[in-house]
């Protein structure tokens, strides 16, 4: 089963997250939550983490910082951003860095 981590900082997102899909129909476990980008990053460290699902503005540390940083410790998460922000300028930067979708 694959795992994964929902980053988003409101909290009924990631409160819902789990209701939204039926995760183990596609062998998807979301095995961990963080508030922000600086949390998850830590988890990214200490957890093997195969899905990534993140907001991309968050405080202390944003959805484009954290997958800047994953891919720059050679982590190859798969990667879907979030964003409630119709702007392509996000698209084009989370693209830099290799993301699977980007939902708006």
Known sequence: MYKA??????????EGFD???????????????AENGKAALQIVREEEIDLLITDIRMPEMSGLEL???I??????IKVIILSGY?????VKEASKYGIENYLL
């Open 19 to 33: 209701n939204l899909i039926s995760w183990e129909e596609f062998g998807i476990e979301i095995s961990a939550k």
């Open 67 to 69: 997958l800047k940083t």
């Open 86 to 90: 119709d702007d392509f300028q996000y």
């Open 5 to 14: 981590l929902v980053v988003d900082d409101e909290p009924i997102i990631l």
């Open 71 to 76: 891919r720059q410790e050679g982590k190859s």
